[in-house]
């Protein structure tokens, strides 16, 4: 409830940071921020299936039809899924030598604050730890889109968890739509929705027994339904 009551002043980044935060208990914002998004959404999903079980389910509409498509997703499968590969990356197309490591949140919270237009440059700064052409060194936002695009498939194969895609074949048209999981915007709406649930119940309760929101939140799930089905009969 804390960090749900935190979270309603924050934005997007801030929002994941304090999810992170209960996922990894003990580090600090540095640490947080300095690990790559693959294995923070895998973190992620771990504390989803703690909280609210391991399937998820979602919806994606077609674009091709208005048909919506529904699909569920084991979170405890995609957290167990292989860490990030440890070590800078490296891609040559060429004559291009890159040597770079994957994204961190850190990184995206640059991107977001960069000026319209400029965040995958920023991305490119941040990550890029060596660049050259022909043997000569360049500046990150030298590199050729070719050479960007073998970079992002290389950070895609070393961090899975980083970027997740799912292609679904719709059932009305047979045409095939897309769908990204963002767990951490994800986990934040099924947080939000149980916070407010939760409020609502201790408001029903504290009203029909003058109880607490300590009291009432001390109750277990089970006997908190129990007495919230006696004031709806009674």
């Known amino acids: 409830m804390a960090i749900w009551e935190a979270g309603l002043a924050a934005g997007r980044t801030g929002r994941a940071l304090l999810l992170h935060s209960v996922a990894r208990p003990g580090a600090g914002p540095e640490e947080l921020l300095a690990v790559p998004l693959g294995e923070r959404d895998a973190e992620l999903f771990g504390l989803r299936t703690a909280l609210f079980g391991e399937r998820l389910t979602m919806r994606a509409g ?33 004559g291009w030598r890159v040597g770079f490591r994957p994204a961190t949140p850190g990184d995206l919270a640059a991107a977001e604050q960069a000026p319209a237009g400029r965040a995958r440059a920023v991305l490119l700064q941040r990550c890029v730890l060596t660049a050259e052409h022909d043997g000569e060194p ?21 961090d899975p968890c980083a970027d997740i895609r799912l292609n679904l074949d719709c059932p009305g048209c ?30 029903l309760l504290a ?28």
Do not use: K, N
Not at 73 to 83: F, I, T
Not at 141 to 151: E, I
Not at 178 to 194: F, G, H, K, P, Q
């Open 138 to 158: 360049v500046a990150a936002r030298q590199l050729p889109g070719p050479v960007q695009r073998r970079m992002a498939e290389a950070a895609a194969a070393a």
């Open 174 to 203: 047979g045409r095939q739509a897309l769908a990204e999981l963002d767990i951490a915007s994800y986990l934040w709406e099924e947080l939000d929705d149980w916070a407010r649930a939760t409020l609502l119940d201790v408001h």
């Open 62 to 94: 077609c674009p091709g039809c208005p048909e919506e498509l529904e699909f569920t997703l084991d979170a405890g499968q995609v957290a167990g899924a292989a860490r990030p590969v440890p070590g800078p990356l490296r891609v040559e197309l060429d």
């Open 207 to 234: 009203t029909a027994y003058g109880w607490s929101e300590p009291e009432v939140l001390a109750l277990s799930p089970l006997r908190r339904r129990y007495y919230l089905e006696l004031c709806a009969d009674a």
